[in-house]
């Protein structure tokens, strides 16, 4: 969309640039205190005007981690749940988009509002007939218990559907032409173009597995079935919690995040762009 | 219309609201019968006793600072009884009672768990719990004159004892030692007025070099319970249904306290909101004096920090609101028999003896609180195992603990200045009324 | 260009029938084949919850104990209760704002980050980073800047002559603050699904403009904003739904001890059912919320044919 200039110097481009960096300094403001509040000794947290920079640096805050909960295993339960709730909202949420965005069938609007209907109630008045529901499964403290309840996504379904509509029909009418099945054409069309909403949704999904809290916290109870959010509420006490140790805890968890989020954001704005119609 | 006839609709009109309350009944009561199967109030026939069977039974309970001690408690129990395994379930403090709540209505929770005296006439009073009766002040059972008596008698509802006190917090006065000496002020003594309190505030107030002289927590069981007890006054009738905290004496206390935000001997509410006082402004050397709980006392000890610690101010008597936490039983477990085994264990000597030794905190059993003296050693710990005996426990009414948030609210509000001091008392049983009618 | 005057499919009403030709039912059946995954985990997981709690809503309900039927008495309380209204104008003076200014900035901020310009993986992984920080981090460190005593915002505001207020403890420049908030960690989120919406518009789009000589602020109006409206609307609409129910974070950020100064329908719907043991009231505000949301919802689909291009 920019014009191509040899050097990249322009009065806009300089004040692009300055406008950028003092956003993007109050944006990442939170992620260095994070930091740097995980290396403070106890007896600095408590400063009423914090320093940035810890006056000692105590590196221990992170093998405490360790050591207060089994967090490795807590990790490694995370990093499977999250990897099969996202797998599966992106192959249901997207085969239902196409429905939903391609196909004709009686009900499908109202069917559709329904599912959006699924967004709008606070989970905590759905809490307890949701674990009587787990309970005549037998589901709790399992993967399963923790995975398939969230593999449907409705914010998904409505995410994806928005992007199929944005593709031309012309790419779905000339594929019938030819006698591919929806399914086909779902698999082997839509899919390859939507793959910078495909990236997006799948990594918001997982962004929000990671998170996830509610869900967690109410299918597990043993410590081996705990997930990360869960292991983190556990450094926040009645009276007392150390900040630094917390912080510790979270910056573990979010580091991975970062790095998946690189990989992704290549993946979404490189995708296959749309050469428009020929 | 002839009376036949009268009858005759009457009997028609009955049948159809009954058809209809029916039909009302029956929707809630598959909703009811899909959601609980929560116990009718349980007899209070004994449970068989234990037979050394196989059995496991879960614990659960919230505090992860206190994990290394029950894992040392279920290892010794599975000493005494090998054939019962015990699986701890660590719910996050903030979320535990969500869960419990979630768990009971839903069918299945905890074996044994953490309940607190708020939680038990709403617990006890639908047959949620199981009575331990017949292992207290038995032979081989639970010796309840070893514990604080206040505390025993919050753990039965309506003459039925459902747990016992495991430990105990108690209030007291933290001063900064360090403030005092650069100010040139004597410490606080043991024997404080409320009118020795405020001078001494007043005395330490500096705000040049932006130090008050007391920290007024917005909390109650730290702050304005224990003022409201020392003046003599106390929160809901006998009924448990009624807030009469707007009593003279009642009146008296709070607006003693706001006299102290209105002098700003305090930190404002604007400035506690962004620095807790217990969690900023006192540990970090900006406040010399606050009223705050025995489980402080293990993080101020750790710090570098020159902090000791003295019995609370008095008015027309000496007061502490007191806490404790007890062991319960689900009413509904599979086990009964295992978990009254359990429970015995964990108020026994020994049970207590390791709880003590960890010196987390303070434990119930008298004289087994040397450690946790031990692990508080800089300062005076010894006030708040004292205070115990003057202890006071807030009425706990069976609809909940609502009425407490709504006094903390008007208390906040008539410290940030909004509710004239002298009418805080007023508005907050007007408050707290709205929830216990409600 | 003939993507704008195709038919939006979703609007087309689905015309039922004797005329429905052979493939209009095999499309039928794929189309019934394919939301099945979704329709039937949706219908366990959450319909019958849901259905659960229409019925628990007419109820008395401690949740501790069986629920009791008390008829439409929920209803009726909600509509007077005061404290309802409170968290509603709360919610409502927080979301309106919200929604309007993420998807203006979100949307800003993915077009800056599209072009070609340099660091631009950098800026995205610096306005993402709010999306992935801890709320408890963000509580701590914003209730640090807003500190009416020591916090650099009112330190500033100090020195250049402005006013200092109270940020968190006065009602409605805690709003402003929690919206402040609120936007500074959702905005990054909008950016990325902004970001994907930007590759569905084919570039031959924009060399076509370019040479009919066309400004890049044209380009911007006529190509970008007409063809980004799908995942506008998407935004608009997911924005409405989660903002009417914020929580934590308005919590977290201007509770004093346990008291909540700025409480908000969710956690009104929280508070009630499980620290006051009134669960089914609670239940009953939740589906007031449900039926405001879906209203919302609704309009805004019946508005879509005005403004969302397909």
Not at chain 2, 263 to 292: E, H, K, W
Not at chain 3, 234 to 244: A, M
């Amino acid at each position: 969309m920019t014009t191509h200039r040899p050097l990249g110097f322009s009065i806009r481009r300089i004040a692009l640039h300055g406008l950028l960096i003092t956003i993007g300094i109050i944006f990442m403001l939170p992620f260095i205190w994070s930091i740097s509040t995980s290396l403070k000794p106890m007896n600095e947290l408590f400063a009423v005007r914090p320093h940035l920079i810890p006056n000692t640096i105590r590196w221990e805050n992170y093998s405490d981690v360790f050591e207060n909960i089994p967090f490795l295993r807590i990790y490694i339960n995370s990093i499977i749940v999250t990897i099969f709730r996202t797998i599966g909202q992106v192959a249901i949420a997207s085969v239902a988009a196409f429905a939903f965005s391609q196909l004709r069938f009686p009900g499908r609007d109202v069917i559709f509002v329904a599912l959006l209907a699924g967004l709008m109630v606070p989970d905590q008045v759905l809490i307890v007939p949701r674990f009587i529901i787990m309970r005549e499964f037998g589901w709790f403290d399992t993967y399963q218990g923790l995975i398939i309840p969230l593999i449907f996504s409705s914010f998904g379904v409505f995410m994806i559907r928005q992007y199929f509509l944005g593709i031309p029909r012309d790419f779905h009418e000339a594929a019938k032409l030819e006698g591919a099945n929806p399914l086909q054409i779902y698999w082997q069309i839509y899919m390859p173009l939507a793959r910078p909403a495909l990236a997006a949704f799948g990594f918001l999904a997982l962004l929000a597995s990671w998170n996830e809290f509610f869900w967690g916290l109410t299918v597990t109870s043993s410590m081996d079935m705990r997930v990360i959010p869960v292991g983190l509420a556990l450094f926040q006490g009645q009276y007392f919690t150390n900040n630094a140790v917390l912080m510790a805890a979270a910056n573990l968890a979010t580091f991975p995040l970062l790095i998946v989020f690189l990989f992704f954001q290549k993946q979404l704005v490189e995708g296959v762009a749309l050469s428009g119609l020929k | 219309m002839t009376t036949t006839h009268r009858t005759a609709i009457d009997r028609l009109v009955k049948r159809r609201m009954s058809r209809r309350a029916a039909m009302q009944v029956g929707a809630a009561g598959a909703a009811a019968g899909m959601l609980a199967r929560v116990p009718q109030l349980a007899g209070a026939q004994d449970v068989p006793a234990y037979e050394g069977e196989e059995a496991t039974i879960s614990y659960g309970f919230w505090d992860t600072a206190q994990e290394a001690a029950i894992d040392a408690q279920i290892e010794a129990f599975k000493a005494v009884q090998p054939n019962i395994t015990v699986e701890k379930q660590i719910v996050p403090w903030a979320d535990y009672w969500t869960q419990l709540q979630t768990a009971v209505a839903g069918g299945q929770t905890f074996d044994v768990f953490w309940i607190n005296t708020a939680n038990v006439p709403v617990y006890g009073s639908v047959g949620a719990l199981l009575p331990i009766t017949q292992i207290v002040d038995v032979e081989d059972g639970i010796d309840t004159s070893l514990l604080p008596s206040s505390l025993v008698e919050s753990y039965a509802f309506e003459g039925v004892q459902y747990g016992v006190p495991r430990d105990f917090d108690t209030i007291a006065l933290f001063y900064n030692k360090d403030l005092f000496d650069a100010a040139g002020v004597e410490y606080p003594g043991e024997d404080l007025s409320w009118e020795d309190y405020r001078a001494l505030a007043e005395q330490m107030n500096d705000e040049g070099a932006g130090i008050w002289g007391a920290g007024m927590q917005t909390s109650g069981q730290e702050n304005y319970t224990n003022y409201v007890f020392q003046n003599g006054a106390i929160y809901l009738n006998e009924d448990l249904t009624e807030c009469i905290v707007d009593s003279p004496e009642g009146t008296e206390a709070f607006a003693y306290l706001a006299q102290y935000f209105v002098d700003g001997l305090t930190p404002s509410i604007a400035i506690q909101q962004a620095n807790p006082v217990a969690d900023s402004l006192f540990p970090a050397g900006n406040v010399a004096m606050m009223t705050g709980g025995s489980f402080r006392a293990g993080t101020y000890a750790a710090l570098d920090a020159n902090i000791d610690v003295v019995p609370l101010p008095y008015s027309k008597q000496r007061a502490t609101a007191i806490h404790g936490l007890a062991n319960v039983i689900w009413a509904n477990t599979e086990q009964p028999a295992a978990a009254l085994e359990f429970v015995k264990f964990l108020h026994s000597e020994e049970g207590e003896t390791i709880l003590g030794e960890s010196g987390s905190t303070i434990p119930a059993m008298a004289g087994k609180q040397d450690a946790w003296l031990a692990a508080n050693a800089s300062m005076n710990a010894q006030v708040f195992i004292d205070a115990a005996e003057y202890g006071q426990s807030v009425q706990d009414p069976v609809v909940g603990p609502a009425w407490q948030g709504a006094i903390a609210g008007v208390v906040t509000e008539g410290f940030a200045g909004d509710i004239e001091p002298d009418q805080i008392a007023t508005e907050a049983a007007v408050a707290a009324n709205a929830e216990l009618g409600g | 260009m003939s993507r704008a005057e195709l038919p939006a499919t979703s609007t087309i009403a689905i015309t039922s029938g004797r005329g429905r030709s052979r493939q209009a039912r095999l499309e039928m059946r794929w189309g019934f084949l394919m939301v099945a995954p979704m329709l039937i985990g949706f219908s366990i997981f959450f319909l019958i919850a849901l259905g659960s709690s229409l019925i628990l809503g007419f109820t008395e309900w401690k949740m501790v104990e069986s629920p009791h039927w008390i008829g439409f008495q929920n209803y009726r309380d909600v509509l007077r209760d005061p404290d309802f209204r409170t968290a509603m104008v709360n919610t409502f003076a927080i979301a309106i704002p919200h929604v309007i200014l993420r998807i203006t900035i979100g949307l800003s901020l993915a077009i800056a980050l599209n072009s070609k310009i340099r660091f631009r993986t950098f800026y995205r992984v610096v306005f993402f980073l709010p999306v992935v920080t801890m709320p408890v981090a963000i509580g701590t460190i914003w209730k640090w800047l807003y500190d009416p005593g020591f916090g650099p915002i009112n330190g500033f505001l100090g020195r250049v002559g402005l006013p200092q207020p109270e940020w968190l403890t006065d009602r409605w420049w805690a709003v402003v603050a929690v919206v402040i908030v609120l936007l500074w960690s959702g905005v990054g989120y909008d950016m990325i699904i902004f970001l994907a919406g930007l590759q569905a518009i084919p570039r031959d789009y924009y060399d076509a403009a370019a040479l009919d000589g066309a400004s890049g602020w044209q380009q911007f109006r006529d190509i970008t904003l007409p063809l980004l409206t799908p995942t506008t609307f998407f935004l608009t609409v997911i924005g409405i739904i989660y903002s009417l129910q914020v929580f934590d974070l308005v919590y977290v950020m201007t509770r004093i001890g346990e008291v909540n100064q700025l409480p908000t329908v969710v956690y009104f719907i929280y508070d009630e059912g499980f620290r006051n043991f009134r669960m089914g009231y609670a239940i009953s505000v939740a589906w007031v919320l449900l039926i405001i949301i879906l209203i919302f919802t609704l309009i805004q689909f019946r508005l879509q044919k005005r403004w969302v291009n397909y």
